[in-house]
């Protein structure tokens, strides 16, 4: 694209400069600023180390490192991606204790790659992004938190789709009596054993809670309003033999990942994405369910009526033979209302429980910090999306210069890794940085045909697949009923997408000379 006609001007030169370490940053101006310590601000931070760039800070709304896995601690929450292929490629770690790890083994990962970055160096912890406003005349992000004011070149956010979470818009849920609270808010100060308790949600998180709890509540009614096709985990414990031998042989673990990541996108995805190859998936997951789960009528309860891969696919080896105990009951009858004291369906039956944990997912296609961000027209990330949001490359909006955004809109996958998913699309703002110090830009702005370009194309890829025609409705849909969540393709193909930054599909603005 051709340079925008106008040139914009650095912060002036007495502008605070950005503190030395262990310095506050309220009235300072950064270079890069990052939104979140999960692992897009990890891979991002040791990106930029690596670049030799120190002008940066990281803005994290709670008092700890870590993204999804420091905000969901549930009882027997895990990763459904296997440990070696779930964790940074700059930092391997032959310590797993699991094939799949627990959330708490991934968490304590984040914080032992955080300190070994030095993370908190130029980490504000407790400081929530409540403003960010385009200033078009300096080029620079203005931004507003908890407690302080800043700016910043540019601003990568890292927030995630997965720490926000959803509500069921259930009239009465706020009058209960009980203890309530949503999976990603466990209270972990309200005992549940003895308790009559109700889960309404069967996706990723009820699959892990359920059996996690059923041994020792008195009564577990689970609400389902669509059941998931479900495939065994194969999970076992990773002996201390065999984390010696990846220790002495660091080879082994690439190998082992290597092999997970072929697998992964090439054998799965392709079942995935052919029909032919789908179904006989999809039978292997029938089989799964007809040798699990003895009872006819909840068989036919847990049995999907769309194609496997439409809606995530559940891994777990816990979920059937929970829901087989005496004290599970699935109920399939909407839920009409909520009293003080009982969930009622629409079937009139009146369930008495004595706590409801809602297991109802995040704000994945509206993300809260979408209303934050104001672009160069003054309008939201949030207007400017409407009901379906878009990104070019998955990182980049037009409106909306210097901002990239990582590891969420157009990148989501069913069946690969997201963490390998987060560092394509650091080399790709890595690239920009570059891009945009050789040639003098102050500022890169996606440009709308490139970015309706870009839609179109993945609209094409999306069309035959199985978000397309699989027959569901999931998380992965926007409310236009687009699947504006997801990436359509093989991860190979995302990072071959995103290994080189495209200027000449940006509106650029030139950096002011600096007079003599």
Known sequence: MTAAPATAARPPADAPAAPD?????????????????????LAMVHALKE???????VLERAREV???????TYPGIACDIPSHLYSLSFAPNPDWERTFSSGKQIWEYEERVARDLNLAERTCFGEELTDARWDAERCVWQL???????????????????????YPDIPGLDRFAGARFHSARWNHDEPLAGQRVAVIGTG????????????????????????GWVIPR????????ERKVLRAVPALQKLIRGGQYVYRDGLLFKF??????????????????RASIDDPVLRAKLTPSFEIGCKRILITSSWYPALNQPNVDVETSPITEITEHAVITADGTEHEVDAIVCATGFHVTDPPVGAVFHGRDGRSLAETWGDSPRAYRGVTTANFPNLFRIGSIGTGTGHMSQVMQIESAVVYVMDALRTMEARGLASVEVAQDAQDAYARKVHEMVKGTVWAVGGCS???LDAGGEPSAVWPSSAWHYRKWTRRFDVEAYRVTQRAAVPA
């Open 204 to 227: 990723a998180s009820a699959i892990q809670i359920v059996p996690a709890i059923q041994p020792e509540v008195a009564r577990l009614t689970v609400f389902q309003r669509t059941p």
């Open 234 to 241: 194969n999970d076992r414990d990773v002996t201390e033999a």
């Open 272 to 289: 995935l994405q052919h029909r032919p190859l789908r179904r006989a998936f999809q039978a292997v997951a029938r089989g799964y369910l």
């Open 66 to 72: 870590g993204g999804v896995w420091r905000e969901n």
């Open 474 to 476: 999931s998380w992965y």
């Open 144 to 166: 507003r938190t908890t407690t302080m004011q800043l700016t910043a070149d540019v601003v990568v956010d890292g927030t995630g789709v997965l720490t926000d979470p959803v």
């Open 51 to 57: 670049a030799g760039i120190q002008d940066w800070v």
């Open 21 to 41: 370490p262990g310095g506050g940053f309220d009235g300072a101006h950064v270079r890069v600023a990052i939104l979140g310590t999960g692992f897009t601000g």
